[in-house]
C-alpha cells in the first residue's frame, strides 16, 4: 500500500448509496471541497439535508451502467453488494479510483481514519485489514491534538515566507526548521499559547537576519 493525500477540490467524485456509511465518505469529500453526486433512490436524513441544501447533487435511482463515466473518483457504499461490485468493474474499466467500503480486494485505495485541524491532516490506516483499530488510534490521538495545531500551521505559512527571504538556500532552511520545531515551541502551541510560539520562532528567524 502506497500512502497518498489526493488533491479534490471542484474534482467530480461519486458516491453510490444513501445510508450512514455513505454520510461519512460524502463529508469527507466536502471537507476536500469535491463536488459530490450520490447515486441511491433512498438518502438518510443527513443526507438529504445535504441535498436539499445544494451541497450535494442527488440522483434519486438505482446505479445502472454507465454512471461512473463522468467522476474522477467513485465510492461504492450501497447496501447491496452486487451493486458496488457492478460499479467497482465499471471504475475499473474506465480507469476510475475506485473504493467498496469494506471490501479492499476490488478497492484501489482505502479511506483511513482521519484527524482533520484546519488543514492540518493526519490519517492513520490499516491497509483496509481492521477499520476498528484505525478508530481506536484516531480516538486516542484526536485527545492529544487539539485545535490550536491547526491555528499554528496557519501561523507558519506566514513564518516560512519570512525564513525564505532571510535563509536563500533550501539546505539553510530545512536545517533552522529543524533546530526550530522544538520541543518546548510545541508544547506553548499544545497548551494554546500560539502567540508565544510564533514569537518563539519569529525571533529564531531575526537572529539568523541580523547575525
Not at 14 to 33: F, P, T
Not at 106 to 118: E, K, L, N, W
Not at 151 to 170: D, G, I, N, S
Not at 173 to 199: C, H, K, P, S, Y
Amino acid at each position: 500500500m502506497y500512502p497518498i493525500n489526493l488533491f479534490l477540490s471542484a474534482r467530480p467524485c461519486l458516491v453510490i448509496g444513501g445510508g450512514n456509511v455513505a454520510l461519512q465518505k460524502v463529508q469527507g469529500l466536502l471537507a476536500a471541497q469535491a463536488q459530490v453526486t450520490i447515486i441511491s433512490p433512498l438518502l438518510c436524513r443527513e443526507l438529504r439535508l445535504l441535498a436539499d441544501s445544494g451541497q450535494v447533487h442527488w440522483q434519486k435511482k438505482e446505479y445502472t451502467d454507465g454512471d461512473v463515466k463522468a467522476f474522477d473518483l467513485l465510492i461504492c457504499a450501497a447496501d447491496n453488494q452486487a451493486v458496488n461490485r457492478a460499479a467497482a468493474a465499471e471504475a475499473r474499466r474506465r480507469r476510475i479510483l475506485v473504493n467498496v467500503c469494506d471490501v479492499p480486494a476490488i478497492s484501489d485505495f482505502a479511506a483511513p481514519a482521519v484527524i482533520r485541524r484546519g488543514d492540518l491532516l493526519i490519517t492513520i490506516g490499516t491497509s483496509g485489514k481492521s477499520p476498528a483499530l484505525s478508530r481506536y488510534f484516531r480516538r486516542v490521538l484526536a485527545a492529544e491534538i487539539g485545535a490550536g495545531y491547526g491555528l499554528f500551521l496557519e501561523r507558519l505559512v506566514q513564518l516560512r515566507r519570512e525564513a525564505r527571504q532571510t535563509l536563500k538556500t533550501p539546505q539553510e532552511r530545512q536545517q533552522f526548521w529543524r533546530q526550530a520545531l522544538t520541543d518546548d515551541v510545541m508544547a506553548l502551541v499544545a497548551a494554546g499559547n500560539i502567540d508565544a510560539a510564533e514569537a518563539r520562532l519569529r525571533h529564531a528567524i531575526d537572529r539568523y537576519r541580523f547575525e
